[in-house]
C-alpha cells in the first residue's frame, strides 16, 4: 500500500539556521510529490512539486526539495529560516486510487522557529 | 489563480443537527474534488472523492450517510454532516483537482464544533 513517512514529529531550529524536513514515500510507480505548509486553523498552501524532470525543485518561499528515488525520498530543505516559517508541513504522494489521483499525506512535521 | 474557497470557516451547531460545508473553486473548474477530516495535531484523513455529477466515493470506514456529499457543479461540492454528534466535532478542509493532473488545491478549513 501507499504510504508517506515523516520521520519527525517536531523540529525545532533557530532563525537563520537551515533546515531539512526528511520524507519517505513508499509507491510502486513512479510517484508525484508534493511538499505543503499549514498555519494553525488554515488550509493546505503547496510549496513545491515533483512530477518528472529535474530532480531538485524549486518552491516558493525559498523552499527547495530533492527526489532520490534510490531512497524513496523528497527532503524539504531551506538555507535560512525565518520567524514566519514556523508552521505544520505535510508531504504527499499522489497515487491512482478508485478511478482518480489523490493524495496520500505523511504526518505532519511542526517547525517551531526560536528567534 | 486555482484558488478554493470553503465556508463557512467556523460553525457551532447543536447535538442532533446537520451542517453544510460548501467548497468552491473559484478561477478553475474542478473536475474531482475531496473532502478530508483532520484532527488536533495530526494528518489529513481522505473522507471521499467526488466528481462532477456522479456519487462520491468514499474511504473504508467514513459513514456515507453521516457524511453526505453532494457535486453538482464543476465549482462547488457540499459536505453535509447529518445528525450530528460530538465526536464529529474535527477540522474538515476540501480540495479540488483540475484532470488530468494530481496537482489539488485545498480551502482554508472549516472548524465544526457539535455542543
Known amino acids: 500500500a501507499q504510504s508517506v513517512t515523516q520521520p519527525d514529529i517536531h523540529i525545532t531550529v533557530s532563525e537563520g539556521a537551515s533546515l531539512e524536513l526528511r520524507c519517505n514515500y513508499s509507491?510502486?510507480?513512479?510517484?508525484?510529490l508534493f511538499w505543503y505548509v499549514q498555519s494553525p486553523g488554515q488550509g493546505l498552501q503547496l510549496l513545491l512539486k515533483?512530477?518528472?524532470?529535474?530532480?531538485l525543485v524549486q518552491g516558493i518561499k525559498g523552499f527547495e526539495a530533492e527526489f532520490k528515488r534510490s531512497q524513496s525520498s523528497f527532503n524539504l530543505r531551506k538555507p535560512s529560516v525565518h520567524w514566519s516559517d514556523a508552521a505544520e508541513y505535510f508531504c504527499?504522494?499522489?497515487?491512482?486510487?478508485?478511478?482518480?489521483?489523490?493524495?496520500?499525506f505523511g504526518q505532519g512535521t511542526r517547525l517551531t522557529i526560536n528567534p | 489563480g486555482a484558488v478554493v474557497s470553503q465556508h463557512p470557516s467556523r460553525v457551532i451547531c447543536k447535538s442532533g443537527t446537520s451542517v453544510k460545508i460548501e467548497c468552491r473553486s473559484l478561477?478553475?473548474?474542478?473536475?474531482?474534488m475531496f473532502w478530508y477530516r483532520q484532527f488536533p495535531k495530526q494528518s489529513l484523513m481522505l473522507m471521499a472523492t467526488?466528481?462532477?455529477?456522479?456519487?462520491?466515493?468514499?474511504e473504508q470506514g467514513v459513514e456515507k450517510d453521516k457524511f453526505l456529499i453532494n457535486h453538482a457543479s464543476l465549482t462547488l461540492s457540499t459536505l453535509t454532516v447529518t445528525s450530528a454528534h460530538p465526536e464529529d466535532s474535527s477540522f474538515y478542509i476540501c480540495?479540488?483537482?483540475?484532470?488530468?493532473?494530481?496537482?489539488?488545491?485545498f480551502g482554508q478549513g472549516t472548524r465544526l464544533t457539535v455542543v
Open positions: 480540495s479540488a483537482r483540475v484532470a488530468p493532473g494530481p496537482e489539488a488545491f
Open positions: 509507491y510502486g510507480a513512479t510517484p508525484y
Open positions: 515533483y512530477f518528472s524532470g529535474d530532480t
Open positions: 504527499a504522494v499522489g497515487v491512482l486510487g478508485q478511478g482518480a489521483q489523490k493524495l496520500v
Open positions: 478561477d478553475f473548474q474542478a473536475t474531482t
Open positions: 467526488s466528481n462532477e455529477g456522479s456519487k462520491a466515493t468514499y
